[in-house]
């Protein structure tokens, strides 16, 4: 018998009841295959068949096994189970002369279809009608999960990575209307090779073993935890390389940067801690690596005091040098307001000026006044608003002295606001002292409790730091009380009590400054 393949498939719309029709008519019930009616309006009769089938008919032949999709199962309707003909499976139908079953020996060819690994016949239809349908074997099967990507070695998959910059970024509806829309980022060139010699994070890995699961348990709390391997991504140092990194002083000698040993202080084993990972008993090795380096910690004798030692030989150093700038400058500003015989001259027409005032205004003459009536002169008005005590008392200076005016120029130091006070700046220094002073009885005791450790460039770089430290502290500590003598002989000459602040003093006279040279500008 000729073969004949349908290149298009349909079913009927009414599924239900052409599956009835086939139950009655006894279609459904046969003896080894199973055929299912089909519309065949759609089937291109081959040359020399000549059998069109009609209409009306309810049978239909179906494509050879070469064109056969496997599909997944079928939804269920209330009566009978609905398939969509352009994914059915090759099935012989009876009442056709012209298609023949299918042999098991056929070859069939790959499909486009989507590949689903249920199977090509739906088993409702095997259970419904207690026959059994021959299946066609098809190459075209689920394809196999891909193999598992190897672990990568940290040490072997190292990549150029940088410190981040965290932007503030601007607005994506502000961006339209600023000069950021015009993208001139490419037309800036910059020098990489130098940016990332700068900026360069060194990747620590993780001892060379493939890197840890994200799913991998930490013993820590979980909180502390990742932030502690935030910052161990771009720590380093190796867990067992710890302890020797805390005996090295400076840091250009292969010591922990400032930047580590402050997160490092965070960081610090509680007694919790401690007990927890002392208690642990399987291998160090197969810890996650925020617990090795915390178990590595824990094992650090005086870990606490030991970081604090180096940050302390660390922030003295600057600490001094910031200090001594400012304490420099509070000794000029009093040596100016003690020298400056002008300034003196300034106040005494002030009080000539107010004296006069508050005898007409039947108030009394005063002897002298405090430096904070200074902030006052502008607040009091005459007969035209713009013209106020300041200007009333540059206008009487420029009549009779005007020399006296320059004045200005002689407290050059109280063109700007000042900074720390002095009652500060000597707190500050109190506060070295007491450092450097646990710094040299960290030293004795550290003589007596590693007696039998050798570790001579450690001993010999701490002895250096606070040999130096204490002259440099002794110093500061030398103009630190010159700066509180002067204070003191300058509060006295002005009449102020002894424990007037310095910073409300000289901001006071700092503001009077700026004012008389503007109300000098104007009356002139």
Request: glycine residues 6%.
């Given at each position: 018998?000729?073969?004949?393949?349908?290149?298009?498939?349909?079913?009927?719309?009414?599924?239900?009841?052409?599956?009835?029709?086939?139950?009655?008519?006894?279609?459904?019930?046969?003896?080894?295959?199973?055929?299912?009616?089909?519309?065949?309006?759609?089937?291109?009769?081959?040359?020399?068949?000549?059998?069109?089938?009609?209409?009306?008919?309810?049978?239909?032949?179906?494509?050879?096994?070469?064109?056969?999709?496997?599909?997944?199962?079928?939804?269920?309707?209330?009566?009978?189970?609905?398939?969509?003909?352009?994914?059915?499976?090759?099935?012989?139908?009876?009442?056709?002369?012209?298609?023949?079953?299918?042999?098991?020996?056929?070859?069939?060819?790959?499909?486009?279809?989507?590949?689903?690994?249920?199977?090509?016949?739906?088993?409702?239809?095997?259970?419904?009608?207690?026959?059994?349908?021959?299946?066609?074997?098809?190459?075209?099967?689920?394809?196999?999960?891909?193999?598992?990507?190897?672990?990568?070695?940290?040490?072997?998959?190292?990549?150029?990575?940088?410190?981040?910059?965290?932007?503030?970024?601007?607005?994506?509806?502000?961006?339209?209307?600023?000069?950021?829309?015009?993208?001139?980022?490419?037309?800036?060139?910059?020098?990489?090779?130098?940016?990332?010699?700068?900026?360069?994070?060194?990747?620590?890995?993780?001892?060379?073993?493939?890197?840890?699961?994200?799913?991998?348990?930490?013993?820590?709390?979980?909180?502390?935890?990742?932030?502690?391997?935030?910052?161990?991504?771009?720590?380093?140092?190796?867990?067992?390389?710890?302890?020797?990194?805390?005996?090295?002083?400076?840091?250009?000698?292969?010591?922990?940067?400032?930047?580590?040993?402050?997160?490092?202080?965070?960081?610090?084993?509680?007694?919790?801690?401690?007990?927890?990972?002392?208690?642990?008993?399987?291998?160090?090795?197969?810890?996650?690596?925020?617990?090795?380096?915390?178990?590595?910690?824990?094992?650090?004798?005086?870990?606490?005091?030991?970081?604090?030692?180096?940050?302390?030989?660390?922030?003295?150093?600057?600490?001094?040098?910031?200090?001594?700038?400012?304490?420099n400058q509070k000794i000029r500003m009093c040596t100016q307001l003690n020298n400056c015989r002008s300034f003196v001259s300034v106040l005494e027409y002030l009080l000539a000026i107010g004296n006069y005032l508050n005898e007409?205004?039947?108030?009394?003459?005063?002897?002298?006044?405090?430096?904070?009536?200074?902030?006052?002169?502008?607040?009091?008005?005459?007969?035209?608003?713009?013209?106020?005590?300041?200007?009333?008392?540059?206008?009487?200076i420029m009549l009779h002295e005007p020399s006296l005016a320059t004045f200005t120029q002689e407290l050059a130091e109280f063109e700007t606001v000042p900074g720390a006070s002095i009652k500060g700046l000597t707190a500050e220094?109190?506060?070295?002292?007491?450092?450097?002073?646990?710094?040299?009885?960290?030293?004795?005791?550290?003589?007596?409790?590693?007696?039998?450790?050798?570790?001579?460039?450690?001993?010999?770089?701490?002895?250096?730091?606070?040999?130096?430290?204490?002259?440099?502290?002794?110093?500061?500590?030398?103009?630190?009380?010159?700066?509180?003598?002067?204070?003191?002989?300058?509060?006295?000459?002005?009449?102020?009590?002894?424990?007037?602040?310095?910073?409300?003093?000289?901001?006071?006279?700092?503001?009077?400054?700026?004012?008389?040279?503007?109300?000098?500008?104007?009356?002139?």
């Amino acid at each position: 018998m000729e073969r004949k393949g349908l290149q298009h498939l349909s079913i009927a719309e009414d599924a239900e009841d052409t599956n009835a029709e086939l139950e009655s008519s006894g279609e459904l019930g046969g003896r080894n295959t199973t055929c299912l009616p089909v519309d065949c309006e759609n089937a291109n009769p081959t040359s020399g068949g000549g059998d069109h089938l009609s209409a009306g008919d309810t049978s239909q032949s179906y494509p050879s096994a070469h064109h056969a999709k496997p599909v997944p199962k079928p939804r269920k309707t209330s009566n009978t189970d609905v398939i969509r003909p352009d994914i059915l499976p090759p099935v012989p139908s009876p009442t056709s002369p012209d298609v023949f079953a299918l042999s098991t020996s056929s070859s069939p060819q790959p499909s486009n279809a989507i590949l689903t690994p249920s199977s090509t016949v739906p088993e409702s239809l095997n259970h419904e009608s207690g026959t059994s349908v021959e299946k066609a074997p098809s190459s075209a099967s689920v394809p196999p999960p891909p193999p598992p990507l190897p672990f990568k070695l940290s040490m072997n998959s190292k990549k150029p990575r940088t410190k981040a910059f965290h932007w503030d970024l601007v607005g994506k509806d502000k961006i339209a209307k600023s000069f950021w829309i015009q993208e001139c980022t490419g037309r800036i060139d910059i020098d990489t090779s130098r940016l990332y010699e700068q900026f360069a994070v060194k990747d620590v890995g993780t001892f060379g073993v493939a890197e840890q699961s994200n799913t991998q348990d930490i013993m820590l709390n979980n909180k502390i935890a990742h932030n502690f391997n935030i910052f161990l991504k771009s720590f380093p140092v190796q867990a067992g390389e710890l302890k020797d990194k805390l005996f090295i002083v400076n840091e250009e000698d292969g010591g922990l940067s400032d930047e580590h040993i402050t997160s490092l202080r965070r960081y610090i084993p509680t007694l919790s801690d401690v007990e927890m990972y002392k208690s642990h008993k399987g291998a160090v090795a197969e810890l996650h690596i925020v617990d090795q380096y915390m178990m590595e910690m824990c094992n650090i004798p005086c870990l606490s005091t030991q970081l604090d030692l180096l940050l302390t030989l660390r922030e003295l150093p600057i600490s001094m040098n910031d200090l001594q700038p400012l304490i420099n400058q509070k000794i000029r500003m009093c040596t100016q307001l003690n020298n400056c015989r002008s300034f003196v001259s300034v106040l005494e027409y002030l009080l000539a000026i107010g004296n006069y005032l508050n005898e007409k205004g039947r108030k009394g003459k005063a002897k002298g006044f405090r430096l904070s009536s200074l902030t006052k002169l502008s607040q009091l008005r005459g007969k035209d608003k713009k013209f106020t005590l300041l200007h009333a008392l540059v206008e009487q200076i420029m009549l009779h002295e005007p020399s006296l005016a320059t004045f200005t120029q002689e407290l050059a130091e109280f063109e700007t606001v000042p900074g720390a006070s002095i009652k500060g700046l000597t707190a500050e220094v109190d506060v070295m002292k007491n450092e450097l002073q646990k710094v040299i009885q960290y030293k004795k005791t550290y003589k007596k409790t590693n007696a039998g450790v050798h570790r001579p460039n450690f001993s010999k770089d701490l002895k250096a730091s606070i040999e130096k430290y204490n002259t440099d502290l002794s110093a500061l500590t030398k103009t630190c009380e010159e700066m509180k003598k002067l204070y003191s002989v300058m509060l006295i000459k002005f009449g102020e009590p002894a424990d007037q602040d310095s910073q409300e003093l000289f901001g006071l006279i700092c503001h009077f400054v700026n004012e008389f040279k503007e109300a000098h500008a104007e009356v002139l």
